[in-house]
C-alpha cells in the first residue's frame, strides 16, 4: 500500500517516536514528545493501546455522542492496517502509547488468553471511552509497566511486565462493560435495528439467494466488527449472535411448517439451508422434535 508504515518490531515504533528501547518487546511511550508528523496508514505486527487524550463531545456513535470526555482507549492486535485519511496536515500526537510484541507473551498464562480480549478485534469507532477515575487506572498501569522497563532486568522482570499488562487488560474488560450499560440507549437501538433486520430478512428472498443469515452479514449491516457486535447483543440479550439468530430461525421455521402444502426439504431450501437434514438436525436440538414430528404434533391439536 502506498505510504504505508510498517511496525514490526517494538525498537521500530520507538524509533519513529523518538523514544529509547529499554526492552527489544514491549514499551510504554509518551505521544506528545515525539516530532509532528503527517497523517500515514500504518501495518502493526505488534499489540498496541492508544490512550488518547482528547475531547470526545464532538464524536458521534450513530446519532449518539459520546459521553465520556476524558480519555479514549483504542486497541490493536497484529497483523491489522490502520487506514488514515491523509489531508496533508502535520501534527503532533497527544497520549500515551503501550506497544508489545507476542512474542513478549511466549510460555505465559496470558499468551493462553490474549485472544478472550475481544477488543483487539473492534473498530476504531468502537473504541472504549473512560472518565477520569478509569483513565488514572489506566496511567498507574501503565506507570508501572513503566517502571519496571527502567528497572535493570532481572529474572522477575518479564514476569512482572506481563503480569501487569493483564492486570491492565482485565480493568479494560471492565471498562468495556461499563460503557455497554452506560451506552444502553445506543444499543438498545442497534438491537431493535438488528431485529428489524432479521425480520426482514426471512420475509424476503434472501435466505433463498444469499442463504442462512450470519453474524457477519448483520455486523456489517450495522456497520459494526463482527466481534463488537456479538458481545453487544450477548450484554444486551444474554444470548450470542448466532443463538439470536437460530431462534428466530427457528420461530420462522414453525410457521412454515404449518403449511402442508410445502414439504420439509421445500421449507429447508426457502431457510437458506443447502442440505434438508441440516436444517431437520437442528430443528431438532433447537425443538427436541424432528420438523415431521412437530407437523404431525400440531395437526393432532
Known sequence: MENQIRFDTVSQYNAFNQHKTLHPLVSVLDLSKADMRSK???????????????????????????????????????????????????????????????????????????????????????????SERERQIVLDCLAKIKYELEHAIDKHSRKLIVSNIELFLDYCTRFYDRQFLTRDTVHKSVVERFETLLTNYFLSDSPSIIGLPSVVYFANELNLSTKYFGDLIRKETGQTAQDYIQDKLIHVAKEKIFDQTKTVSEIAFEMGFKYPQHFSRLFKQRVGQTPNEFRALQNLN
Open 40 to 130: 500515514t496508514n500504518m501495518y502493526l505486527g505488534l499489540y498496541f493501546v492508544f490512550l488518547k487524550e482528547v475531547d470526545c463531545g464532538d464524536l458521534r456513535y450513530g446519532k449518539q455522542y459520546y459521553d465520556y470526555q476524558e480519555g479514549t482507549l483504542v486497541f490493536f492486535a497484529p497483523g491489522q492496517v490502520v487506514n488514515v485519511e491523509n489531508d496533508g496536515e502535520l501534527y503532533r500526537p497527544k497520549g500515551y502509547a503501550l506497544a508489545f510484541h507476542p512474542d513478549l507473551l511466549h510460555g505465559t498464562s496470558l499468551n493462553q488468553h490474549i485472544h478472550e480480549y475481544g477488543f483487539f478485534s473492534y473498530q476504531s469507532h468502537e473504541s472504549l471511552h473512560i
